[in-house]
């Protein structure tokens, strides 16, 4: 048979990973070891380098990520059939920080052509953001952004409307997320203005609103209440008319990789994300962070599993101890609905590999790279330390990158074995971890990172700082081209 390539990621694994489709039988060589496959294992998919005993940990990125439930003998596929999660509600953590990480691989000087606010901080577009306040007049906010981004084309980077089915019918912390993320997302810095628009009788009121913006942050926020006008349409475009001249004003700079705001994300991932894509991403977390910029990392319960690890990376005993409160509040709200916390991964991930939460946890922390922990944020808030945030969020795609973009990310790093064509607020590029999906959904995807496999992760590194740089001074990612940008909010309480 064909010698077939595969892939041991710590020398304590128990298992390997196949890097394309095989055939019960195919020998496979991994470290200097020749393995006999006895199932055929789709690329993506495990396979015992040993034998397992039933009621053993399976060991894969060097830690547990499940208990086999049958003996499984060397060469046979490792998935749901026999391997099933350890994972429970424990939330015993204890502080153990870990030493200084050593330094990011060396990268070449990056700067951006991008846009300098007046607080000091720099977007990577010049657009006109019109928000509203409720569901109701999410069409007339997507109406005003269609004329005013034909009246004003080229004047700034775009106008675009953020339609969302909330605002009203919320009682309390639910009512709560949805005033805060709007008020994070009018304060963003790739919004040269912003429209935030009304209705009148909601439960979201303006001035709730407003108020929860600093003065310092208004000067390019313009509001408008629906019912108080008699020709809404015309008021809000004259509106967004006066916003564009502020704007426009404003001209790309040169700024250093400092001046970025990564939010990094995981969707639709496979068992190849955590060997490519995620680790890659990672790099850019530790090229951006040690240059002295800002990364968001969220989706709290893809981290469940994997938390101690990110948790040992806190600068401070107060970090970890606010850490440690936001993963066991997350698991709380499974719990308190009734649903058990490992009830991940998704039906595309497990069809690509991923078998429990432990294993998916542990390749998607790899996006925050060796950054150091110094900051939780809760839903809605602003990440502002250099370094690794953690933020509040769920897994979902469109509300966690929605969150990341509120939190202040001018860019995000969207890795992807499976794909998908959502866009959001922020430039957003889609990473896939391997060559055939790139190839396949060419449409979709803005970087290779199945390149790792062949060409390595310091050419792969270099390529895909290059696509950042060049993002941020104004190149569209896929997402843009294809006029997909969505916002979702985290809906969490009852309906009236």
């Known amino acids: 048979m064909t010698p077939v390539t595969a892939l041991r990621i710590d020398p304590g694994d128990t ?45 894969k990125y060097g830690f547990p990520i499940g208990v086999a439930t049958a003996d499984i003998a060397a ?38 052509a991008g846009y300098r606010r007046a607080d000091g901080r720099v977007g990577t577009r010049n657009e006109i953001w019109i928000l509203p306040t409720v569901g109701c007049v999410g069409n007339l906010a997507a109406r005003v952004a269609r004329i ?37 997302l ?8 912003v429209l935030i628009v009304g209705l009148g009788c909601e439960s979201n009121q ?55 705001t990564l939010g990094v994300k995981c969707g639709g991932s496979d068992g190849l994300s955590g060997l490519t894509a995620n680790p890659l991403v990672g790099r850019m977390a530790d090229a951006v962070a040690g240059a002295g910029g800002k990364v968001i990392l969220t989706e709290i319960p893809e981290i469940f599993g994997a938390e101690q690890m990110l948790m040992d990376r806190a600068v401070s005993r107060e970090v970890f101890d606010r850490a440690a409160e936001l993963v066991r509040d997350f698991k709380q ?9 490992s009830e991940n991964p998704s ?20 996006k925050g790279g060796q950054v150091p922990l110094v900051d939780v944020r809760l839903y809605g808030g602003e990440a502002v330390l250099p370094g690794l945030t953690l ?19 001018t860019m995000i790093l969207f890795t992807t074995g499976r794909g998908t064509p959502l866009g959001f607020p922020a430039p957003t590029l889609k990473i896939a971890s391997n060559s055939a999906l790139a190839q396949r959904k060419a449409g979709w995807i803005d970087f290779d990172a199945g390149r790792v496999l062949a060409d390595g992760f310091d050419a792969a590194s270099d390529a895909l700082l290059d696509l950042i740089a060049a993002t941020a001074s104004g190149a569209p990612t896929r997402a843009e081209a294809n006029e997909e940008r969505d916002i979702a909010i985290w809906k969490s309480g009852v309906t009236l």
């Not at 496979?28 to 199932?39: G, N, W």
């Not at 509001?223 to 967004?240: G, K």
């Not at 709200?333 to 916390?341: D, L």
């Open 186 to 193: 009018a304060q963003h810095p790739n919004a040269g203005g």
């Open 75 to 112: 060469g046979a596929h490792v998935h749901s059939h026999n391997l099933a999660t350890a994972l429970g509600g424990g939330d015993d953590y204890h502080y153990a920080p870990r030493s200084a990480a050593p330094p990011a691989p060396p990268v070449a000087i990056r700067s951006f």
């Open 148 to 184: 005013a981004g034909e009246r004003h084309a080229g004047r700034v980077d775009g106008v675009h409307a953020f339609k969302h089915p909330f605002g009203c019918s919320q009682l309390g912390n639910d009512l709560g997320h949805t005033r805060g993320l709007l008020a994070a």
């Open 333 to 341: 709200y499974f719990i308190r609905h009734g649903e058990p916390v």
């Open 206 to 260: 303006l001035g709730a609103l407003i108020d929860t913006i600093p003065p310092e942050r208004r000067a390019s926020l313009r509001t408008l209440s629906a019912q108080a006008v008699e020709d809404d349409l015309a008021a809000a475009l004259a509106l967004v008319d006066e916003l564009v001249e502020i704007a426009a004003a404003t001209r790309r700079s040169e700024a250093p990789l400092s001046a970025l």
């Open 15 to 59: 298992v390997a990973t196949c890097l394309a489709d095989t055939a019960a039988d195919d020998r496979i060589t991994v470290d200097m070891a020749t393995i006999t496959l006895i199932d055929a294992i789709p690329r993506g998919h495990k396979f015992a380098l040993a034998p397992i005993a039933r009621g053993d940990a399976v060991i």
């Open 391 to 409: 933020l509040e969020a769920p897994g979902n795609d469109a509300v966690s990158s929605t969150a990341l973009t509120a939190a202040g990310a």
């Open 347 to 366: 039906p595309g991930n497990i069809a690509g590999g991923i078998t429990t939460l432990e294993e998916k946890s542990l390749g998607a922390v790899q």
